[in-house]
């Protein structure tokens, strides 16, 4: 009787996993369909861009020519030289100010007029459409914005420079009152002073947190796993304290370093980065944000059976579970993959070893990315995949 009730709860659990793995495929299916959708979106996202742009280089050039015809009918008296003068000269003032508006907002008009010495940090870091937080918010007292650079892409084959093209442009964009987004191309340099390791440890966990997706990268664009170091060693900070009169030089020193961040942009083909460049010296910082065309390296899916060997390597807390040894669990391997965001997912199911008995109890239902870094528990109520790693 107990093998019967037994072979029962077996079955029961076998069915019950085969119904929540038929509603994690039907919700892959649906992410996947999503997913779909917003690529389709950004095509067309993209061809109204490219529309807008050709519409733009047309009204463009019909400007110009009339500029020009403009130009041979007034050379006969000094009168229209002079006005022509004025709109060059009222051109050239507005131009950095918008240049500097496209990027940085409340921050143009400061650094353009000369109204203050420093300089108001941008609400966001924005190329395009791409758009992440500030290392504003994470400075701590004395930390400060005191430089920003745009780097304009150089103008591609039979275009007109850059600077040519504002000249033709500033006037409406200044009547418009709106801009045009920094070119996807272009790049933004923001150099800081002051800045802690406390601020850069913060922004840096920022960065990664969900909302804005970023993930520490080497310059082939790999994950990278190890974390970065901001603060000098230990040794390092006893000899200056040594050295201080005051509490103050106490406070851990930057130490050398650069860091770079990468998340894909919203444009097919692209990253969006963020590159931290930090000296000791005066606690200098540079943020440099940039969206090139670049993509995430493809790493290779471990089969069935590397997967099942990966998991039995790990530790019981890289799945959630107490323990201190995968040997307290048997792990199995479910048929069929799981799609989540395009990506596949191998499912395997934990359960624990009664050692009286010798017995499997069921722990959980798991889901991990082919190359190991991302883990899922399922829910065995709601069949919600909950992250764990």
Not at 44 to 72: L, N, R, W, Y
Not at 73 to 101: A, H, Q, R, Y
Not at 116 to 131: D, G, V
Not at 218 to 230: C, G, I, L, S, T
């Amino acid at each position: 009787m107990k093998k019967k009730a037994k072979k029962d709860n077996s079955a029961k659990q076998e069915a019950k996993a085969r119904k929540k793995e038929e509603k994690i495929r039907k919700k892959a299916e649906k992410n996947e369909e999503k997913s779909k959708k917003k690529k389709e979106k950004a095509a067309i996202k993209a061809q109204k861009q490219k529309a807008k742009q050709a519409a733009k280089t047309k009204k463009q050039e019909a400007k110009k020519s009339k500029k020009v015809s403009k130009g041979g009918k007034s050379g006969k008296g000094g009168k229209s030289d002079n006005g022509e003068g004025k709109k060059k000269l009222s051109l050239k003032l507005l131009i950095p100010l918008l240049v500097l508006l496209l990027a940085g907002g409340a921050l143009a008009a400061n650094f353009v007029l000369g109204g203050k010495e420093e300089l108001i940090p941008p609400e966001a870091y924005t190329i395009a459409e791409e758009s992440t937080i500030v290392l504003d918010s994470y400075l701590e007292e004395g930390g400060k914005l005191v430089a920003f650079t745009l780097q304009e892409p150089e103008p591609a084959e039979g275009e007109a420079p850059q600077e040519e093209q504002k000249d033709e442009t500033a006037a409406d964009e200044a009547e418009n009152g709106e801009p045009q987004p920094v070119d996807i191309d272009a790049m933004l340099l923001y150099d800081y002073e002051g800045v802690t390791p406390a601020a850069l440890e913060q922004y840096v966990a920022a960065l990664q947190a969900e909302e804005q997706g970023f993930i520490i990268v080497d310059e082939n664009y790999k994950a990278v796993e190890e974390p970065p170091v901001f603060a000098a060693p230990a040794e390092e900070a006893a000899d200056d304290e040594k050295a201080a009169d005051d509490a103050e030089s106490a406070a851990p020193k930057l130490t050398d370093g650069t860091l770079l961040l990468a998340r894909e942009a919203s444009v097919e083909g692209r990253l969006f980065l963020v590159r931290l460049t930090w000296q000791e010296e005066k606690g200098a910082c540079t943020v440099e944000i940039s969206c090139p065309q670049a993509a995430f390296p493809q790493e290779p899916m471990m089969n069935t059976g590397s997967a099942m060997d990966y998991v039995e390597r790990m530790s019981p807390a890289d799945l959630g579970l107490p323990g201190e040894s995968m040997d307290e669990y048997h792990t199995y391997a479910q048929g069929g993959n799981v799609l989540i965001d395009g990506k596949v997912f191998r499912k395997f199911t934990v359960y624990s070893v009664d050692e009286v008995t010798n017995t499997n109890e069921f722990v959980g239902v798991f889901v991990m990315s082919g190359n190991g870094r991302t883990i899922y528990r399922e829910d065995q109520e709601t069949g919600e995949l909950l992250p764990i790693k």
